[in-house]
């Protein structure tokens, strides 16, 4: 998407599509006398090891005496993110590309809020959130090691408008673009060749 331009939807997109909007809409923003919550939250990182820029689908502050100033908000405030997902792996509490992306966010919100935000799955399908342990240093530090390694990658590749190859056991099915970005070749066929000399 992000080299040629290429873009399809399947049905996978598009339910992913109508969750977002519902939570993008504006609607899940509410504020009550301990917590406010927002959605469609840009965030970032400017620093150089990770240079991130992303919308975040919920962002809630939750009112503490131990937490940080948020300009425009009166008081102080732990932050916590609520990124959502259409469904749960079926073998695990949740996706590994999932919590990366969390990740990724993550970094982000503490830095714009010089925080320590708590992050959560919220998968629409089982209707619960997951809590993500990137409080433990050795979970933090493998997803840090992810971020700047993919980072790092992508930006190879967007640098060198190059397409990546597929990776051994990568697994395509269900994303909309598998057509596009590993084009299936049609087999050889001697009898086709030969009819088309004739």
């Not at 714009?112 to 935000?117: A, H, K, N, P």
């Not at 933090?140 to 390694?149: L, R």
Request: net charge neutral.
């Amino acid at each position: 998407m992000e080299v040629n331009g290429d873009w399809a939807e399947n049905a996978f997109v598009v339910k992913a599509n109508l969750m977002h909007e519902a939570v993008h809409s504006g609607e899940h923003g509410f504020s009550s006398a301990n917590k406010i919550v927002r959605s469609a939250v840009t965030v970032y990182n400017d620093l150089p090891e990770y240079n991130l820029f992303g919308v975040a689908d919920c962002i809630e502050f939750i009112r503490s005496a131990n937490g940080v100033a948020v300009p425009g908000l009166d008081g102080k405030y732990s932050i916590r993110i609520v990124e959502y997902k259409p469904r749960p792996p079926k073998d695990a509490d949740f996706h590994e590309s999932d919590a990366v992306h969390v990740f990724a966010q993550k970094l982000c919100a503490d830095f714009v809020w010089g925080c320590d935000s708590e992050a959560y799955i919220y998968y629409a399908e089982k209707r619960r959130r997951v809590r993500l342990d990137f409080g433990d240093p050795k979970v933090y530090g493998k997803y840090d090691a992810q971020i700047k390694q993919y980072a790092g990658e992508m930006r190879q590749l967007l640098n060198g408008h190059r397409i990546p190859p597929k990776r051994t056991g990568q697994n395509c099915s269900g994303c909309s673009l598998e057509d596009a970005c590993f084009a299936k070749s049609k087999a050889y066929n001697v009898q086709k060749i030969l009819a088309a000399i004739e």
